[in-house]
């Protein structure tokens, strides 16, 4: 039996909301209601690898500036976002921090590391 | 450098700010000062530590500090200088400044050229007049992703979102991330008032429930929000009653709409367009006060960052030139016209002389639509939303086409195929 | 768990309980005051509208009402005690408007009632009322609707903040020596041959005389003693502040009986209300506000005013009066002891309490004198009281000056208000403890944006002044915590 997944495309306004049909070996068979062909990328993409850039907060040790922005330094599937955020609410770092600096590697091995994305001066 | 000497003050220091004064000094103006209320320069940029800023600028994507900081390093290094911690409290028609800080006290100055780039602000529970209780625990999405992400605080664990801007969905994101529970997201309209990648990655990721065409009706708690009643509206926005339904919560997030911040420009008595609810500009972004140009969303609020920053060079260049050339420039005199579902254009006028690049918005939601400029320019646009802003650039060149007796341009949005 | 003697106790920090503890304070004599809430002033007090001294429509009252006798003799008592506590007060005057020829007769009736009364009930230094024909009222407010052909004049009303003046009176009060207690419930009394001892949630006192000015719990209060049996009728109202922008569009206060009022504030805003006509609140101590009378309010509003809308509202709330029995009258207040137990003085007043508080306090004097209390002169007493510094109504040089002598007062905090930090420093070290305390002494998050900016770095302000974690700042008092977490507790409590 195949199987139909649905996704709302976010290449333009347009926002289209894409089926995509998948037989039983896990084959994608087909794209309907998508009015280009940049949807049928965008959506193979959300179904076969979905992954999004993490970005958030750590504590810091400065009073002047209780937290450090901080960001994957690339996209990590989303259903490891969460669980990631449990990762960084233990993290404390400690001035200087520049941005770019790698607060934590490998987060829970998905490969990406969390690195600053704002600066923390001491 | 002496305050008398300054060729262009910038007042506001987030990224229309920063984006002006170096392209003020870039054009060529030598004393280029930069004021800004807070301790550092980036405005809200700091706080919004989500990514997405710069895809159409740097043709990356950033973060918000990581955007800030790459103009913050070129202010420092193109020479600008700041004036931090000074808050602007007078502007008048002759282009004084008075401003305060804890350093000089009451400052007063005269620039040549002025750029306003205040930004914008919130609107508050009061413009909504929702009735119910006066509780803690009532704010702005905005005043929320300050305390989340710059001060330390989650307000609250369980959490209702009034309006569907993009703060607000990106609020939702960051307090579910940071443990707490969002409820809804409730928006009065029946669709979505931010972006559309944002309704993805920040509300459908995290399952959080959107209540298209509800409203809060009322707000329940003595010291904090213990609940709010949702309804359904009809199509004239007023609640169905028999549609109400209370939803507990500890927290009501209120994102819905932003207001160019304009005090500064009413005093200097610059004229405001009522839709836009920022100052009328032609082409160089030039207000009807001589010498003071405006740029990012003291004017009109922009959907992207990067609109923000152009727009702002714009400014920023213009505001040099008239500070070098010492004389008034003649404000562009042909008015751009909305017509069919536009809602504004920015500039609302122009010189036909120089290029121009026009930014709108529209009523409605469309799909395959034609831009119409005048006769001189036509667009084909798959879609369009009120929430995405509409860039069209008018090439000098193409300016060339207007019959020379032009006082007005209408710009239509018209369904493709059908009148 | 402390215990106090006292010889009064004042019961209610609204506008009666500080009026009246400020009165005492001329005196020497023991007296404390509490209230439960965080600061004073947050009960009916701070619903009522900003119009501090009646005129004309209080000359609808009937004249052997007590609370039309303290409402006149307050009149001319205002002016004066601003004068003392150092607060604004501004005369607008009112302009009771008249639709048609019917309504020509009401203007004659009341320019004659008042001359009948002036120099009876109502003091000679009170200026006349008068009647303004079509034209002259078009010339004044140019912006109000065509329709009105006159209206009265009564050049003494005048507006202030009603909250304003309930502090400055406490912390007047105060310094001459009343204790006053904060966050302080009454939870019990019981009443001795001499003496009462009163349960409150941070102790007992002990004392001889209780005023009893607990506004809307004077009921509640009353049953504690035995004392009397209050049927309490709220009744409800609707006011919203409008946008300083606005503020230009009118300058007297206009009202009408059938339509709503719509007046210019203190600070400059303009502000409208309908008048709480004799809607019966949902239940008691509800001060919620809601859509009906919201929009009917409005209506009424743009009747008067057409360029009234609704996108210009910053805020709003219920403004509302405790009637005390209407088979005795509905404007009826009470300020006397009680036939059951002796010195147990209620002190409830009727609309419009602010402009009568000033007389009542007088009043309460005479009555604690005439039931056994000895006052004997406070040689001490100051009646002035020094003024909140106001950064935004200085001078370029008065500005430059106080930043050289504290350079708090360069750094702005609020950016709609322009509202300092010195001066929110200032207001904290005088008592402000919430974020509404704050607000409502110099005013951050009283503008357009309603402290969206202001709001975390007040949180921060008074944090640090205080001494506390941010996560105890309140907006006021109690449970009202503005943050109730700190960054990343909320995962730390997950498994």
């Given at each position: 039996m195949a199987q139909e997944n649905t996704f709302i495309c976010i290449g333009c306004p347009l926002g289209c909301e894409v089926t995509l049909t998948i037989n039983k070996k896990g084959d994608v068979v087909g794209f309907a209601n998508n009015k280009c062909k940049e949807g049928?990328?965008?959506?193979?993409?959300?179904?076969r690898n979905p992954v999004r850039t993490l970005t958030a907060t750590v504590l810091t040790q400065s009073s002047s500036q209780p937290l450090l922005a901080v960001r994957t330094n690339k996209p990590i599937l989303k259903t490891m976002l969460v669980q990631s955020m449990t990762v960084l609410a233990r993290a404390r770092v400690k001035a200087p921090v520049k941005m770019g600096d790698v607060i934590v590697a490998n987060l829970l091995d998905t490969g990406a590391d969390v690195v600053a994305s704002s600066n923390l001066s001491s | 450098m002496k305050l008398q000497d300054v060729d262009v003050a910038v007042i506001g220091a987030g990224p229309a700010g920063m984006a002006a004064a170096i392209k003020a000094r870039e054009a060529g103006a030598e004393r280029v000062v930069i004021m800004e209320r807070a301790e550092e320069l980036g405005g809200l940029l700091h706080q919004c530590v989500h990514n997405g800023f710069g895809l159409l600028y740097f043709n990356q994507d950033l973060t918000g500090p990581e955007y800030g900081h790459r103009f913050i390093e070129k202010v420092m290094d193109t020479g600008v200088k700041p004036l931090l911690e000074t808050m602007v409290v007078r502007l008048t028609e002759d282009r004084q400044i008075g401003a305060v800080n804890a350093r000089e006290g009451y400052i007063?100055?005269?620039?040549?050229?002025?750029?306003l780039a205040m930004g914008c602000r919130e609107r508050s529970r009061g413009a909504l007049d929702i009735p119910g209780t006066r509780p803690a625990g009532v704010l702005t999405a905005g005043t929320a992703q300050r305390y989340v992400n710059v001060e330390g605080f989650v307000p609250g664990k369980k959490i209702v979102i009034l309006g569907s801007g993009d703060i607000g969905m990106i609020m939702a994101r960051r307090l579910t991330l940071e443990g707490a529970q969002v409820e809804a997201v409730v928006e009065m309209l029946p669709y979505i008032g931010g972006l559309i990648r944002n309704e993805v990655q920040c509300l459908h990721d995290f399952e959080i429930p959107l209540f298209l065409e509800h409203t809060?009706?009322?707000?329940?708690g003595e010291d904090r929000v213990r609940a709010v009643t949702i309804a359904r509206v009809d199509g004239r926005r007023n609640p169905v009653a028999g549609t109400e339904k209370t939803i507990a919560c500890d927290t009501l997030l209120l994102s819905v709409g932003l207001i160019p911040e304009n005090e500064l420009s009413v005093m200097a008595g610059i004229q405001l367009d009522p839709v836009t609810g920022g100052a009328l500009v032609d082409e160089m972004r030039q207000t009807t006060v001589s010498g003071v140009f405006a740029g990012g969303n003291v004017l009109h609020v922009h959907d992207l960052v990067d609109n923000v920053s152009w727009e702002s060079e714009l400014a920023g260049e213009s505001a040099a030139r008239f500070a070098l050339e010492g004389k008034p420039q003649k404000r562009g005199e042909i008015s751009i016209k909305a017509g069919t579902n536009i809602r504004y254009i920015v500039p609302q006028t122009i010189s036909g002389q120089r290029d121009a690049t026009l930014y709108m918005r529209v009523t409605e939601p469309e799909e395959m639509v034609r831009i119409k400029v005048g006769d001189i320019l036509t667009k084909g646009v798959r879609a369009v939303k009120p929430s995405e802003m509409l860039k069209i650039e008018l090439p000098a060149e193409t300016l060339k086409k207007l019959k020379e007796e032009t006082k007005e341009i209408v710009v239509d949005c018209e369904k493709r195929g059908g009148k | 768990m402390s215990r106090i003697e006292t010889e009064v106790l004042i019961v209610g920090g609204g506008i009666a309980g500080t009026a009246i503890a400020r009165e005492l304070s001329r005196y020497k004599v023991d007296a404390t005051l509490v209230e439960k809430g965080a600061d004073f002033g947050q009960g009916i007090t701070k619903c009522s509208s900003t119009i501090m001294c009646q005129g004309s429509n209080t000359l609808e009252f009937r004249s052997?009402?007590?609370?039309s006798r303290l409402v006149w003799a307050g009149m001319p008592l205002m002016a004066p005690l601003c004068q003392e506590l150092n607060i604004p007060l501004k005369k607008i005057g009112s302009l009771e408007l008249i639709k048609n020829q019917a309504g020509m007769r009401r203007p004659e009736k009341m320019i004659r009632r008042f001359n009948e009364y002036r120099g009876k009930?109502?003091?000679?230094?009170?200026?006349?009322?008068?009647?303004?024909?079509?034209?002259t009222l078009r010339s004044w407010e140019p912006n109000l609707d065509r329709r009105y052909i006159g209206a009265l004049y009564d050049p003494n009303i005048a507006v202030n903040d009603p909250v304003r003046l309930t502090i400055a009176l406490a912390e007047n009060a105060g310094q001459n020596g009343v204790n006053l207690l904060l966050e302080t419930e009454v939870l019990g009394i019981s009443a001795g041959i001499d003496t009462f001892e009163v349960q409150t949630s941070k102790g007992s006192i002990k004392c001889r005389y209780i005023i009893n000015a607990a506004g809307e719990y004077i009921g509640n209060l009353a049953q504690m003693a035995n004392a009397d049996d209050f049927a309490l009728y709220p009744v409800k109202s609707y006011q919203a502040v409008l946008d300083k922008k606005m503020g230009g569009l009118i300058s007297h206060m206009v009202f009408s009986s059938e339509d709503g009022m719509v007046s210019p504030t203190i600070h400059g805003n303009?502000?409208?209300?309908?008048s709480p006509g004799t809607q019966r609140l949902g239940k008691a101590h509800d001060h919620s506000t809601d859509k009906k009378l919201a929009d009917t309010a409005l209506r009424r509003a743009q009747e008067l005013v057409p360029d009234v809308s609704s996108k210009d509202i910053i805020n709003s709330f219920v403004g509302f009066i405790v009637f005390r029995n209407f088979e005795i009258g509905w404007?009826?207040?009470t300020v006397g002891v009680s036939r059951w137990v002796p010195r147990f003085i209620n002190a409830s007043i009727g609309f419009p309490g602010i402009c009568a508080a000033p007389a009542v306090a007088r009043e309460m004097v005479e009555i604690l004198t005439r039931h056994g209390l000895r006052l004997e002169e406070n040689p001490e007493f100051n009646p002035y009281q020094k003024a909140m510094p106001d950064f935004s109504e200085l001078s370029d040089e008065e500005k430059k000056r106080l930043i050289a002598e504290d350079p708090r007062y360069g750094h702005v905090v609020c950016r709609c208000e322009t509202v300092t930090e010195g001066e929110i420093v200032e207001a904290i070290k005088r008592g402000a403890k919430t974020l509404d305390g704050v607000k409502f002494r110099c005013r951050p998050g009283m503008g357009r944006c309603q402290g969206g900016f202001c709001g975390p770095r007040v949180?921060?302000?008074?944090?640090?002044?205080?001494?506390?974690?941010?996560?105890?700042?309140t907006k006021k008092g109690g449970e009202s915590q503005n943050l109730m977490y700190k960054s990343k507790e909320l995962l730390e409590a997950q498994p």
């Open positions: 049928e990328k965008y959506v193979l993409e959300e179904y | 007063t100055f005269k620039p040549k050229s002025i750029v809060v009706t009322r707000i329940h | 052997e009402y007590h609370n009930y109502i003091s000679p230094d009170v200026e006349p009322l008068q009647f303004i024909d079509r034209e303009l502000f409208f209300g309908i404007h009826e207040c949180t921060k302000i008074l944090a640090r002044e205080l001494g506390i974690p941010e996560t105890e700042v």
